[in-house]
């Protein structure tokens, strides 16, 4: 008989950009570790945005798991669904919307994501590698950075990278970004033997790891910021481009035709896919800073200024896959992934639109 700890994790209902909660458990179980052994849980949604005080309860419902590298082999970190009272998804339910769109026909299509998490490391109101008074060197030498003045938090990242790797995440790779203190890393599709490169699997990924670095920088005294624009004035922004593809887009015989009606579909749907790629996103795509005005939709070969770029080695072969220029720091995975297949695949807005719990 094993005894483990399991960390459970969870999307809240704050508005309007979600934030994660996790709380512990001790548990048992005997064999090796599945799914199974992660029983349903309770928590207080009056505390969370989810629930009112006189009908507080919420059920947490285990949906996966990975190792835990902070407290060490034999413990894990599990993604949970929240579900209400009468066992349905929650509104604020966002995963299961997704599950809902590759139920609707869209895992027929075989779909791939990787997203690009940007993100700003601050300590107490300042990004770090800001001075205390003023402002430092114009963004330029910081993209890719190597030097204690060009790099900040390296240690930081490095651990989150280690944590990711030892948990058997989907992480890619990381670089620091254009401005002191912000950073991006990686996760999806990799081209690994064994992966499971399942569109939830890398969006439930991704939150883990979201997690994983707001829990690791804790220890350092940092926060860390997912707005879309962290600072103000000539800085970029903070991005989730997210890259993505069907199994007719990697097709060498097909792809070329099948990406084309994907950027045509997109162009149609901009407006939908603003409304839920990230709150305040009008701060970062101004048409400056590598984006497209947020009311404009553009897309082109190796342009990071459009709203769907074209990868310069895809336009070459005819086949591969997009990048979505437009989803903020501060998106949710799930929507995202949500409302890209939705729209490429044609589907009626129904599938996307409807409450989560309409599952």
């Known amino acids: 008989m094993t005894r483990a700890i399991a960390e459970y994790i969870w999307l809240d209902g704050v508005k309007p950009t979600a934030e994660l909660r996790s709380k512990s458990r001790v548990i048992e179980f005997t064999g090796k570790a599945n799914l199974d052994i992660f029983p349903e849980w309770g928590f207080d949604g009056s505390s969370t945005n989810q629930a009112t005080g006189d009908k507080s309860d919420c059920i947490l419902k285990p949906v996966n798991f990975v190792s835990d590298p902070i407290r060490g082999e034999g413990n894990f970190l599990v993604m949970c669904e929240v579900y209400d009272k009468e066992g349905l998804p929650h509104p604020t339910n966002t995963r299961a919307i997704l599950r809902r769109v590759l139920q609707a026909g869209a895992a027929a299509h075989e779909p791939m994501v990787g997203f690009e998490k940007e993100y700003t490391l601050f300590q107490d109101s300042t990004p770090l590698g800001f001075p205390l008074d003023g402002y430092p060197r114009p963004q330029g030498p910081y993209y890719c950075g190597v030097g204690a003045n060009r790099a900040f938090g390296r240690e930081i990242v490095e651990r989150h990278t280690q944590a990711c790797i ?61 707005s879309n624009k962290p600072m103000k004035g000539d800085w970029n922004g903070a991005g989730c481009h997210t890259n993505f593809s069907t199994k007719l887009m990697r097709d060498a015989a097909t792809g070329k035709e099948t990406i084309k009606n994907a950027i045509d579909a997109l162009s149609k749907k901009h407006s939908e896919h603003i409304i839920v790629y990230g709150a305040n996103n009008d701060e970062r795509l101004t048409g400056a800073h590598e984006t497209c ?67």
């Open 293 to 359: 005005s947020i009311n404009e939709f553009r897309s082109g070969v190796s342009d990071r200024g459009a709203s769907i770029r074209i990868p310069l080695g895809v336009e070459a072969k005819g086949y591969g896959y997009l990048e979505d220029r437009r989803p903020g720091a501060n998106s949710d995975p799930y929507l995202v992934t949500a409302r890209i297949l939705t729209t490429i695949c044609g589907f009626e807005e129904a599938v996307f639109t409807a409450p989560a719990n309409k599952v």
């Open 166 to 226: 030892d948990a058997d995440i989907l992480i890619y790779g990381i670089n620091a970004e254009v401005m002191p203190g912000q950073w991006e890393f990686q996760i999806g599709y990799r081209g690994f033997e064994g992966d499971n490169n399942d569109v939830l699997n890398a969006s439930d990924h991704l939150w883990i790891a979201v997690w994983l670095m707001s829990r690791i920088a804790e220890d350092f005294g940092v926060t860390v910021s997912y």
